[in-house]
């Protein structure tokens, strides 16, 4: 609905997010045409043809509304496109984030100039070089946006486990043969949560209202308690103030 469309009509309906919208938002997209979408890591990039991108994120609660039939407290920034579509921004919570960047200068701003390769881009020897060296547990470090951009709590629990790998392990002392299995692994689980539509979790919902429902192929997360494939209880522990959910008896 927005590809190729022209904003017609923007609406600040507060004045933040995380922080502070840009001032010259409305001025900056109203007439532009979208040519481009994107993400990079949990950053969602409209383009337009003014050379701006629309980099925007929606942390724990945010959402796209699609259409909405009436406007909600919590639809903080509306865009109305030239047929007369409209997209809300609802973000409850409030920790989602709106950004207007030059679009040449997306790749080095903020967070994503720090960020590592996509998932489904990530290669064996990328990532063992950049765990080399490496003692903190493979856990940590596969949710740190500059080792691998983008991949949740959800993905590396559902990865590891896959991979067979505990979820403890030093990261420097994963064997060639671990990292190149937790390479696919990761690339696996990552295509499928897309093609599934995503995780449903809690207020988690697709624009289009329907949830996402990768969340009923879970083989770890959010799991405690419940039987693995292999027949041993699925555990959960806490490292650096995460769950994590793993199967002791797999994951070595
Ligand atoms: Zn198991």
Redesign the pocket.
Same mark, same amino acid.
């Given at each position: 609905m927005l590809l190729g469309r022209r904003i017609a009509r923007v609406e600040l309906r507060r004045a933040d997010l995380r922080r502070a919208f840009p001032p010259d938002l409305g001025q900056r997209l109203t007439g532009a045409t979208v040519s481009g979408l994107g993400r990079r890591g949990k950053f969602g990039l409209i383009h337009t043809n003014r050379g701006d991108t629309l980099v925007f994120h929606l942390g724990m609660s945010g959402k796209w509304r699609v259409d909405p039939g009436e406007i909600h407290a919590h639809d903080h920034l509306l865009l109305e496109t030239d047929d007369g579509r409209r997209l809300a921004l609802n973000d409850p919570r409030r920790f989602g984030s709106v950004d207007l960047v030059p679009t040449a200068d997306v790749g080095g701003w903020g967070p994503i100039a720090e960020f590592g390769p996509e998932p489904v881009d990530l290669e064996p020897s990328g990532l063992r070089k950049a765990l080399s060296g490496r003692s903190a547990p493979i856990k940590a470090l596969l949710l740190d946006q500059r080792i691998v951009a983008g991949l949740g709590n959800i993905y590396v629990c559902e990865a590891l486990?896959r991979a067979r790998i505990s979820p403890r392990r030093a990261g420097g002392r994963l064997s060639l043969a671990s990292v190149d299995r937790l390479v696919s692994a990761i690339g696996e689980v990552i295509r499928e949560a897309i093609e599934a539509g995503g995780s449903t979790l809690r207020d988690y919902a697709r624009p289009d209202g329907e949830l996402g429902y990768f969340s009923k192929r879970f083989l770890v997360y959010d799991r405690e308690g419940r039987d &693995?494939?292999?027949?041993?209880r699925?555990r959960r522990i806490v490292q650096g103030g995460r769950s994590t959910f793993y199967?002791a008896? &797999?994951?070595h």
């Amino acid at each position: 609905m927005l590809l190729g469309r022209r904003i017609a009509r923007v609406e600040l309906r507060r004045a933040d997010l995380r922080r502070a919208f840009p001032p010259d938002l409305g001025q900056r997209l109203t007439g532009a045409t979208v040519s481009g979408l994107g993400r990079r890591g949990k950053f969602g990039l409209i383009h337009t043809n003014r050379g701006d991108t629309l980099v925007f994120h929606l942390g724990m609660s945010g959402k796209w509304r699609v259409d909405p039939g009436e406007i909600h407290a919590h639809d903080h920034l509306l865009l109305e496109t030239d047929d007369g579509r409209r997209l809300a921004l609802n973000d409850p919570r409030r920790f989602g984030s709106v950004d207007l960047v030059p679009t040449a200068d997306v790749g080095g701003w903020g967070p994503i100039a720090e960020f590592g390769p996509e998932p489904v881009d990530l290669e064996p020897s990328g990532l063992r070089k950049a765990l080399s060296g490496r003692s903190a547990p493979i856990k940590a470090l596969l949710l740190d946006q500059r080792i691998v951009a983008g991949l949740g709590n959800i993905y590396v629990c559902e990865a590891l486990h896959r991979a067979r790998i505990s979820p403890r392990r030093a990261g420097g002392r994963l064997s060639l043969a671990s990292v190149d299995r937790l390479v696919s692994a990761i690339g696996e689980v990552i295509r499928e949560a897309i093609e599934a539509g995503g995780s449903t979790l809690r207020d988690y919902a697709r624009p289009d209202g329907e949830l996402g429902y990768f969340s009923k192929r879970f083989l770890v997360y959010d799991r405690e308690g419940r039987d &693995c494939s292999c027949g041993a209880r699925v555990r959960r522990i806490v490292q650096g103030g995460r769950s994590t959910f793993y199967c002791a008896t &797999c994951q070595h």
